[in-house]
């Protein structure tokens, strides 16, 4: 495994100002091309800056600038990593995420020339002959999504009706909350209100959508927005993500302990994600 650190072309101010973050060559050379060639991608870690200049030659020479912040989570990124080689998978917990794009029913899992359902059961068979802890797997890819139909969804007319087999507290939610930075705390609350208004808020407690097969879990992916505008909701980098989205990762790496997660689907879509805030 083979992790890409980012090292920009671009200044971090000017980093900071692009709402994509990367310049197009920095994400074709450092973002498109590694991931085709397998590697991780991880964040951009330093940014060009002046080291001095030259009067001879009467310029500014530059070299690039470690960020100590950025650096830190990939290398922490490469100590969990490893140490995933160290434990024994019966005690590794992984959540696999299909995307549901747009948000509908019919639509989870969707894929353009994939059969995400019976991939996703792939998988799981998979970990299952390596010793992964999972229970019974259901019995084909149709079987799959019934299951996760049978709890509650992204379908907001019917979360009433439907069972709920996992969720976070708002109190458990609101202390992690508190942790992210300020403005984006703010931007969150502006937007939204309070955790106890969002849509999958039941009796204090936010809901996760998705099943447990065993300690393994299989999540659909939470949306973005509960706005009437799908152009906006699913491409809009700037559109501040709801308590129930925040809730549902949090949820995947706290509450059911997972250390390592894979969204199962075959699109294009970019999720909201900026490559400059890119986890």
Known sequence: ??????????????????????????VAMQVVLPEMDGRIITRAVGFKAEAHY????????THHVIHPERAAFVAELARRICSLRLTPNGQKRVALIMANYPNRDGRIGNGVGLDTPASTLQILSALKEAGYPLSELPENGDDLIRQLQDAVTNDHGSLDQRACWQSISVDDYLAWFQTLPTALQET?????????????????????AGIRLGETFVGIQPERDFID?????????????????????FGCARTTRSMRSSTSVNTATWSGCRAKASP
Not at 2 to 10: E, G, K, T, Y
Not at 54 to 61: D, E, G, H, K, S
Not at 232 to 249: I, R
């Open 188 to 208: 969150v609350w502006t937007r939204w209100g309070a955790p106890h208004e969002d849509p999958k808020c039941r009796q204090g407690r936010l809901m996760i």
């Open 54 to 61: 030259n009067p001879r030659c009467q310029l500014a020479v």
């Open 1 to 26: 495994m083979v992790l890409q650190a980012i090292l920009a072309s671009s200044t971090s101010e000017d980093w900071q100002g692009m709402a994509a973050g990367l310049h197009s060559r920095d």
């Open 229 to 249: 505008d799908l152009t906006q909701s699913y491409h809009d980098m700037e559109l501040a993500p709801p308590h129930s989205y925040l809730a549902f990762y």
